[in-house]
């Protein structure tokens, strides 16, 4: 009797657990909508305009264009007594580079060389510039070509750091005090023998031709119209004509570098560089099937829901098309992809 209960027991469960597998049988094998984002999309009549910029970015490469080796001149004659120079070192714009009969010499770097005494009351390009060095020196002093209390002061506070008492109490910067150094920090091929005898002009340092301009090794080819910048080693300028940079603040900081001088020194005419639009233009990004191109190269024409409208084609990127609209022109915010719009006259 029990036996049959158990029987009956067993059987009970394996119809409950049949049920029930039926049931998740018949679920699976139902119709279920798949999720939205799984959906096969049916093609639209329009797609959205997208305001984005085009800065024409080219990769390219250049070459450095070098002029004269430059030399660093004694003022004054004398024996050169101490000298901080080293082969392979540098002489920098607001220190001592050298004393002659124990009399230190300050290296300074403007961009109109010293020419004369300077007394309070002068004027011209050499105090503008002098002005513009003691600024970059942590010593601001305007910039107005006058050398007045102000720039006075500062010249006496830097004289008198490094260790300079002026002769003569009327003269605010003597000229035979001064080392003119062709760059803020001038790198140093060759130096004076320290104990050498030296007449005014005698050399005291030599310095490697520094770059004048870097050069594109190619134009690139339909660049868009506009001023431009060039990005070498990680620093930007901008280009002072079609094909190359000579603008001093670029080659300056582009001088600091880390890498120039050896590509420099390996006359390298294929440095990588990067070429864009200063101002890039502003554009619209829109799908390539919206435009229909023109007879002229680089025209189009945009269709609009109902309308079209004539665009200059700038770019693309990705299956879409950068298009600049008419000054005026009001952008919109969706174009049409039917093919009757497309087709439209334009304009």
């Known amino acids: 009797m029990r036996r049959s209960r158990a029987v009956l027991a067993v059987a009970a469960v394996c119809a409950v657990a049949l049920l029930a597998a039926g049931v998740c049988l018949a679920v699976g094998l139902a119709s279920v909508e798949p999720p939205s984002v799984l959906a096969t999309a049916t093609p639209g009549d329009t797609a959205p305009a997208t305001p984005s910029t085009f800065d024409d970015s080219r990769k390219v490469q250049v070459s450095f264009v070098s002029g004269d080796p430059a030399t660093v001149t004694s003022p004054v004659g004398g024996v050169l007594t101490r000298r901080p120079c080293t082969p392979g070192g540098s002489l920098d714009s607001g220190t001592v580079v050298a004393h002659v009969d124990e009399r230190p010499l300050l290296g300074l770097n403007t961009n109109v060389p010293l020419y004369r005494d300077l007394q309070l009351g002068d004027r011209g390009a050499d ?105 070498v080693l990680g620093v930007t300028g901008a280009m002072t004509d079609g094909s190359s940079s000579t603008e001093p603040a670029f080659l300056a900081t582009l001088a600091g570098a880390e890498g120039f001088t050896e590509l420099v020194a390996a006359e390298d005419d294929a440095v990588p560089a990067t070429l864009v639009l200063h101002d890039p233009i502003p554009v619209l990004q829109v799908p390539a099937a919206a435009v229909r191109t023109g007879d002229d190269p680089g025209t189009g024409c945009l269709a609009l829901p109902g309308s079209t409208v004539p665009v200059d084609v700038v770019g693309s990127t990705l299956g879409a098309s950068l298009v600049r609209l008419p000054e005026g022109t009001e952008p919109p915010t969706e174009v049409s992809l039917r093919v009757d719009d497309r087709r439209a006259s334009c304009g």
Do not use: F, H, N, W
């Not at 060759?190 to 104990?195: H, S």
């Not at 520094?210 to 080819?221: C, K, M, N, Y």
């Open 127 to 231: 105090v503008r510039a002098l002005q513009d060095e003691l600024t970059r020196l942590g010593r601001s002093v305007g910039s107005d070509g006058r050398l007045g209390p102000g720039t006075a002061r500062a010249v006496a506070a830097l004289l008198k750091e490094v260790g300079i008492t002026r002769p003569d109490g009327s003269l605010v910067l003597p000229l035979d005090e001064i080392v003119r150094l062709p760059r803020v920090s001038t790198p140093v091929m060759k130096c004076a023998d320290l104990g050498s005898t030296l007449e005014p002009g005698d050399e005291l340092a030599s310095a490697p031709a520094a770059v004048t301009a870097v050069r594109l090794s190619s134009i690139p080819r339909d660049l868009a119209p506009g001023a431009r910048d060039l990005t």
